[in-house]
């Protein structure tokens, strides 16, 4: 089961696949290569068939539940392991860029970002755990996951559900999960180029004040 194949995905795993992905995505660092956007729309699309693989409202219940369940799982691990989380090997992946993005929406818009950035791939994964190990009440961090959780899941699910036929969108499915993929990747690939640029930088200068340039 590939979930970048996101009909596969779903023809393949189901409720519970789907499920899963979405605790995974919100829940666990290694989430944010997912492509969750992409999962939720076209499970809606699904639902809007004749002999849909689950029926509109088990996904519309079941989803954010899950979405809910994995931002409190990264929020007890930003509150058990502190900042020193993000010099794990994962963040090293995830690069500084979407940290840094991230820090910037937590100062300019407070617990309001939990809501928000369930929109925004890599984000919406990195925002439990600084929640967390910023100290952020547990009480409005859970209503704003919960009111977030609700109004992406189910939004992206009822989008896909009534525009998933339209002609035009039906014939171009295959763009939109693609410009979905691209969304991740595409920051992470830049991140990853300037990483390396920055090293390369660092050990010239090294090498310079060691000859005494």
Known sequence: MNPFDAVGFLGAAGLVGIVVLIFIETGLLVGFVFPGDSVLFTAGIFAAQSHPFV??????????????????CGYAIGRALGPRVLRGRVMRWIGDEPVDRTYRFFD???????????????????????????????RRFTLCSMLGSLVWCDGIVVLGYYLGNVAVLREHLELLFVGSGLTI???????VLRRRRK???????????????
């Open 108 to 138: 300019r818009f407070g617990a309001s970002t939990v809501l928000f950035a369930r929109f925004i791939g890599i984000v919406r994964t990195l925002v439990p755990v600084l929640a967390g190990f910023t100290g952020m009440s547990y």
């Open 199 to 213: 090293m390369r930088q660092e050990r010239a200068t090294a090498e310079r004040e060691r000859a005494g340039v």
């Open 185 to 191: 990747v595409v920051p992470l690939a830049v991140s």
């Open 55 to 72: 029926p509109l409202w088990q996904l519309l219940a079941f989803l954010p539940v899950a979405a809910a369940a994995g931002d409190q």
